[in-house]
């Protein structure tokens, strides 16, 4: 075969080929579709919110953020609810389902999933069908919901001058607490978050929010922290006493 029928194969071959990768996505498209149109299984985890407790006590336990969710129905409505950027959570009321009591000392309950099908799906509006929701037992308890004042607890890392102390005063240096009763039991006070500070010249006022799990509540969420450097000779009283005055 000569150089010229080579190269007039070559330039043949180049043309026909983006017209067969054309007609293959094509027929990909079409076949993809088609599937779309039967009924498939699929699975997804989607997202779950837990609202309404009993009155005065909160929902305590390790309650997963996603429900995985094993799904059957037509295959666009399947990839559709995967492919949903945007998910509204489906909930789980606690007026509406009846848990069952674990016995023992301790009041813990459980939930059987296969038990709220009917509610997701009334939720999502689709036209599949839930088969089953894993994990199929939530675990779960109920706390009594308290409110406490509790201490301001300054988190502050300063460098000292040579002969000093530092004296770190919260105000306010209590705040109003509403949490589980187990958990402020435990707790010496509720911290500011961590700051550090190079060596300061003088005494200086700074806010700092607090820091605190999200199945707290504050009255306030900032307070402020006074710095004050001392000579070590001088004493707490005293440095009470010029306040005051």
Do not use: C
Not at 24 to 38: P, R, T
Not at 40 to 61: A, C, F, H, S
Not at 96 to 121: D, E, M, N
Request: charged share 25%; net charge positive; glycine share 6%.
């Amino acid at each position: 075969m000569t150089a010229d029928e080579n190269k007039k194969r070559r330039s043949i071959l180049n043309r026909e080929l983006p017209v067969f990768a054309f007609f293959l996505l094509l027929s990909f498209v079409f076949w993809y579709l088609n599937e779309l149109g039967k009924e498939l299984d699929g699975t997804i985890n989607y997202p779950v919110r837990y609202i309404n407790p009993p009155k005065d006590r909160i929902i305590t336990g390790d309650l997963p953020g996603k429900l995985e969710m094993d799904l059957r129905g037509p295959g666009y409505s399947i990839l559709k609810m995967k492919l949903s950027g945007s998910r509204a959570p489906v909930v789980i009321d606690f007026t509406r389902v009846a848990p069952k009591r674990i016995p023992g000392p301790t009041p813990h309950y459980f939930l059987v999933t296969s038990g709220l099908i009917q509610s997701f799906a009334k939720q999502l509006h689709a036209d599949f069908e839930i088969i089953s929701v894993h994990p199929d037992t939530l675990f779960f308890g109920y706390d009594k919901l308290v409110t406490r004042r509790m201490a301001v607890l300054p988190d502050l890392k300063l460098d000292a001058p040579p002969g000093t102390r530092i004296v770190l005063v919260p105000d306010p240096d209590s705040v109003t607490v509403t949490g589980p009763e187990h958990v402020l039991d435990t707790l010496r006070g509720i911290s500011t978050q961590h700051r550090s500070y190079s060596r300061m010249e003088g005494n200086f006022r700074v806010k700092v929010p607090l820091e605190f799990p999200e199945y707290l509540e504050t009255a306030q969420k900032r307070v402020s922290v006074e710095v004050t450097f001392l000579d070590r000779d001088v004493s707490l009283f005293s440095l009470k006493n010029n306040r005051n005055n």
